[in-house]
Nanobody, 121 residues
Framework: QVQLVESGGGLVEAGGSLRLSCAASGSIFSINLMGWYRQDLGKQRELVATITSGGSSDYADSVKGRFTISRDNAKNTVFLQMNSLKPEDTAVYYC???????????????WGRGTQVTVSS
């Protein structure tokens, strides 16, 4: 079994910072792409940022210059440093990872349960 567990969400004032973490555990052979998505009430889930195992990253235009994604491959963990937060960043943030399990040839996409980020104005 594979599990993704997010942490680090909370309530912050506009202009503040938060750091999210997501740790993958279980029968993991390798992890390719890892990323963060977010979903606000009544809206579709949207991509925030992704990072490959080699460290190449990509960001949604709305967070470029404010958010930084990173990962620790040895610990199967991905991070999202969020600075200059705005009220429109308020959402549930979900971790996603393409994981190849031990004994399997293909990767499967896994999701965490999400962590709430609330930015007050």
């Amino acid at each position: 079994q594979v599990q993704l567990v997010e942490s680090g969400g909370g309530l912050v004032e506009a202009g503040g910072s938060l750091r999210l973490s997501c740790a993958a555990s279980g029968s993991i052979f390798s992890i390719n792409l890892m990323g963060w998505y977010r979903q606000d009430l009544g809206k579709q889930r949207e991509l925030v940022a992704t990072i490959t195992s080699g460290g190449s990253s990509d960001y949604a235009d709305s967070v470029k210059g404010r958010f930084t994604i990173s990962r620790d491959n040895a610990k199967n963990t991905v991070f999202l440093q969020m600075n200059s937060l705005k009220p429109e960043d308020t959402a549930v943030y979900y971790c996603n990872a393409d994981i190849r399990k031990i004994g399997y040839f293909k990767s499967t996409s896994y999701w965490g349960r999400g962590t709430q980020v609330t930015v007050s104005s």
